[in-house]
């Protein structure tokens, strides 16, 4: 009679996720492995088997490698940015100031901003912003608009600051989210932990540094896994922000394989790309994870 009420009970809940999980991500993901060893245009209805020559002209490619190390200082750059302005931010709304609950849902609204309105968004802002900063606020006339578009693509055209740029809005979206995650953290502390501690004279900063942080985090895996896929994955404000100029020289490792597949038409190389790609961010993400698993600690 259990088992049967088992099989019921897989049918009716684990089985529709389990058969979306197959179709959406394992088939393709198989299908793609398979897709590396060909040399398919991305249309032709014609797959010629060329062994591993894709992921022989990947290492040949100088442009991927490039962009693939523009990444890394781009995930570093987010990942540590993100994690640092919502921890604090999160450690503040926490505190019982007034109106902490408006703060959480703003910090939160850019979230739910798609990457490629928020990269266009973001143009319109530096737009005024620098029209601003090149003449008296007084001054602005009819010609703002022109002007300010001239300012924007040339101080998008230099790499630093298109760089800088990139990492600015990706930091503003992304901050929200976690800051929710670790005010559930915050939440969850023991307040008879933190009272004791007080009670022994520890000060604010022992506290944080012997208390806080480690049964926080089980609030920093997340985040830290979040922010990392999220990161390497970048493709949506990158395209809209940038479009990976001047000369390739923002183009991140996301949108190198999309143009390598579908813009190059060397669909069997983008794929052995992503497939390295993903293999990169399968291995972080689970060093990642197994280093801050080691550090939780239960209240």
């Known amino acids: 009679m259990k088992s049967s009420n088992k099989g019921k009970d897989f049918c009716v809940f684990a089985l529709p996720g389990l058969f979306c999980f ?8 198989i299908y793609g492995i398979y897709l590396t060893l060909t040399d398919w245009n991305g249309v032709s209805s014609v797959k010629n088997f060329v062994g591993l020559s894709n992921f022989a002209a990947v290492m040949r490619d100088a442009q991927f490698w490039k962009s693939l ?15 640092v302005i919502a921890f604090l931010l999160a450690y503040i ?22 990457g490629i309105v928020l990269g266009y968004i973001w143009q319109i802002l530096l737009n005024g912003i620098l029209s601003a ?14 002007w ?85 994955m970048v493709y949506d404000v990158n395209l809209s922000l940038t479009g990976g100029a001047p000369y390739g020289t923002t183009e991140m490792a996301a949108m190198h394989v999309y143009e390598k ?17 993903f293999i990169i961010v399968a291995c972080i ?6 280093t801050t698993k080691k550090r939780e600690v239960e209240a």
């Open 285 to 290: 993400s689970g060093i990642q994870v197994y």
């Open 148 to 232: 300010g578009l001239i300012i924007l693509m040339c101080w998008l055209s230099t790499p630093n600051k298109a760089f800088a740029a990139l990492v600015l809005v990706s930091v503003w979206q992304l901050a929200g989210y976690m800051i929710l995650i670790y005010v559930a953290g915050f939440m969850g502390l023991s307040e008879d932990v933190l009272e004791a501690a007080s009670i022994d004279g520890a000060s604010g900063w022992v506290k944080m540094k012997n208390i806080i942080l480690p049964l926080m985090m089980s609030s920093v895996t997340i985040c830290l896994f979040l922010t990392l896929s999220r990161a390497f």
């Open 133 to 146: 900063l090149g003449k008296p606020l007084l001054a602005l006339n009819a010609t703002y608009g022109f």
């Open 93 to 114: 709304l926490t505190r019982g100031i007034k109106g902490q609950n408006f703060f959480r849902a703003g910090f939160f609204t850019p979230n739910l901003i798609g």
């Open 69 to 83: 190390l523009l990444t890394f200082k781009y995930v570093i750059a987010v990942v540590v940015l993100v994690n």
């Open 261 to 277: 597949a579908f813009t190059s038409r060397q669909f069997g190389v983008g794929q052995a790309e992503a497939f390295i790609l």
């Open 22 to 29: 197959l179709a959406v991500v394992m088939v393709p993901f």
